[in-house]
């Protein structure tokens, strides 16, 4: 069965420094992981994918994250964090071909100024 | 365009009571997906309609939640007779046909539902 695991319900960042979330899966057959983000009041919106492709995949708003087998992981990162970047970031994992999407209970940035 | 819209964005109603969410997604969405988000776990999969059909309920929770998407239009998901556990956020997404991977997912802001 699929899993996500995102360590650390809560990370705060000061403004400029390095963003990492982590995020760990499981799944019995290749994944397409996917990170997700929600503003205050707004939706879920899609921030990137990896769907077999390159490891290294880049998103909206400066955000990057590598897709690594041997550590089950695809973490997330931005080199410079901004005050708009606060948010709630989810990292979600499907089965290729599965129209589910299950996601992990999310982690909340703040953004030190 | 005009994005995945969800009423009401908040609902309070006491245990027992009847409430219906709805969900009108994107124009030409076939799918419809309903997800739910008890406070401090994750969002969880509900089911997911393909135009009228329900093609996977799935993480229906119990058959007291009945959701329905007559004419492949807007969708509705009713609670009857609602319980405190039933709380949280729930959300609609919607995406074209064809993309089941759901590379193009798009999501509404969501419900607010509390049950006292």
Request: neutral net charge.
């Amino acid at each position: 069965a699929q899993s996500v695991t995102q360590l650390g319900s809560h990370v705060s960042v000061s403004e400029g420094a390095l963003v990492l979330l982590r995020c760990n899966y499981s799944s019995s057959v290749p994944p397409y992981l996917f990170w997700y983000v929600q503003y205050p009041n707004q939706g879920l919106q899609l921030l990137l994918k990896y769907t077999s492709a390159a490891t290294l995949v880049k998103g909206i708003n400066g955000f990057e994250a590598e897709f690594k087998k041997s550590e089950t992981s695809f973490h997330l990162t931005k080199p410079s964090a901004h005050m708009s970047d606060a948010a709630e970031y989810f990292c979600a994992v499907s089965e290729g071909g599965d129209d589910k999407i299950i996601f992990g209970k999310g982690t909340r940035l703040h953004i030190l100024p | 365009e005009a994005g995945v819209t969800q009423f009401p964005s908040h609902s309070v109603i006491e245990k027992g009571q009847t409430v219906t969410l709805r969900c009108d997604p994107i124009s030409g969405h076939d799918n419809l997906y309903w997800y739910r988000r008890v406070m401090g776990k994750e969002i969880k999969f509900l089911l997911h309609f393909v135009k009228e059909s329900k093609q996977d309920e799935s993480g229906m929770p119990n058959n007291r939640f009945l959701a329905e998407r007559t004419g492949g239009t807007y969708s509705t998901l009713k609670v009857q007779p609602a319980e405190l556990e039933d709380s949280g956020v729930y959300f609609c997404a919607s995406s074209q046909v064809g993309f089941g991977r759901n590379e193009k997912l798009f999501f509404g802001s969501g419900t607010q539902l509390s049950v006292l």
